[in-house]
């Protein structure tokens, strides 16, 4: 069964650089999750997307921005880069006719290293 | 302020006795429970959820407790398999902040040993 593809799995950048990290949610879900675990934390809610719409909002800071597309991929932009971004970044994604918006399917991550 | 909490960094566990994962969480408002699995170079895996309406779900050889009053959810695994060695992850949801927004507990490395 397909999967929720994210791309590239890993990234190397310097500071003060941009990154754009993509996901593809599994086929036929609408809702797309961006999460970030620093090590050794536990995984952050930064944004979500419905139906290509902002629908939720965490800890996401300003210098990030995302957005879903009309293939309901969705794309994690990152600009002026800190050590402190450093993370794994998990996409995933859910369908609410497939046992509700809590249950969520997540990618294998993008791993960014920031220099 | 850590809302969901996994005490445990890490169990280890002989094959074919039982793991108990333990997590507890401080926000009243959580409605919905789950489990992730995550191995390494993996993204988290969903296991199993419960409902706060609920005290106990069970999925062949995963089986979670709620206990409301106490604020606290267990994931047993029984019996234990080599192959269940992996990180697992509590999560929970607050119907007021939307579903979207889990929030996770730090994770607890399990390794079951043959």
């Known amino acids: 069964a397909a999967g929720v593809i994210q791309s590239p799995r890993h990234l190397i950048k310097e500071k003060r650089e941009t990154a754009t990290l993509k996901c593809y949610p599994i086929p036929r879900h609408d809702t797309v999750y961006w999460y970030q675990q620093g090590p050794g934390q536990d995984p952050q809610f930064l944004i979500s997307f419905y139906e290509k719409m902002q629908s939720d909002k965490g800890s996401i800071p300003d210098r990030f921005s995302a957005q879903q597309f009309s293939d309901y991929h969705s794309e994690l932009n990152m600009s002026s880069l800190e050590l402190g971004d450093s993370a794994l970044y998990f996409c995933a994604s859910s369908s609410p006719a497939q046992g509700g918006n809590e249950k969520l399917f997540f990618g294998s991550g993008t791993q960014l290293s920031v220099l | 302020d850590q809302q969901v909490k996994q005490n445990s960094p890490s169990l280890s566990v002989q094959e074919g006795r039982i793991s108990i994962l333990n997590c507890d969480y401080t926000?009243?408002?959580?409605?919905?429970f789950l489990w992730y699995k995550k191995y390494p170079a993996e993204g988290p895996t969903f296991l199993i959820s419960?409902?706060?309406?609920?005290d106990k779900n069970e999925d062949g050889r995963f089986t979670v407790f709620l206990n409301k009053s106490a604020k606290h959810l267990s994931l047993h695994i029984v019996p234990s398999q080599p192959g269940d060695s992996a990180v697992y992850f509590c999560a929970a949801s607050d119907p007021n902040t939307g579903f979207q927004k889990l929030v996770f507990g730090t994770g607890t490395r399990l390794l079951v040993s043959p």
């Open positions: 419960i409902s706060s309406i609920k």
């Open positions: 926000n009243s408002m959580f409605d919905y």
